[in-house]
Nanobody, 116 residues
Framework: QVQVVESGGGLVQAGGSLRLSCAAS????????SGWYRQAPGKQRELVAG???????DYADSVKGRFTISTDNAKNTVYLQMNDLKPEDTAVYYC??????????WGQGTQVTVSS
């Protein structure tokens, strides 16, 4: 079992920055990949960024160059630094972890709202 808790969402003006945090606890040694998804109203959930246990990261084209995913293994935390935010980044952001067994765990979600 793995528990994930997000924090750091909020309201920001376009061009601003936010940092999301995701703290994992439980059987964290079993985590293969972690990352962030988002879901805007009326849209499907989409992968924003992911990072593997070896450190390789991937990003959605829409956020490349603006968002950075990173981990702090000592704190068992995954971060998403979001810069140059745009109104279209407005969504609920979900932390996601996948174990080596293929089982996924999700956080409760944190709202990010970018005003124009």
């Amino acid at each position: 079992q793995v528990q994930v808790v997000e924090s750091g969402g909020g309201l920001v003006q376009a061009g601003g920055s936010l940092r999301l945090s995701c703290a994992a606890s439980g059987s964290i040694f079993k985590i293969n990949t972690s990352g962030w998804y988002r879901q805007a109203p009326g849209k499907q959930r989409e992968l924003v960024a992911g990072i593997r246990s070896g450190g390789r990261s991937d990003y959605a084209d829409s956020v490349k160059g603006r968002f950075t995913i990173s981990t702090d293994n000592a704190k068992n935390t995954v971060y998403l630094q979001m810069n140059d935010l745009k109104p279209e980044d407005t969504a609920v952001y979900y932390c996601w972890v996948r174990l080596y067994s293929g089982v996924d765990y999700w956080g409760q979600g944190t709202q990010v709202t970018v005003s124009s």
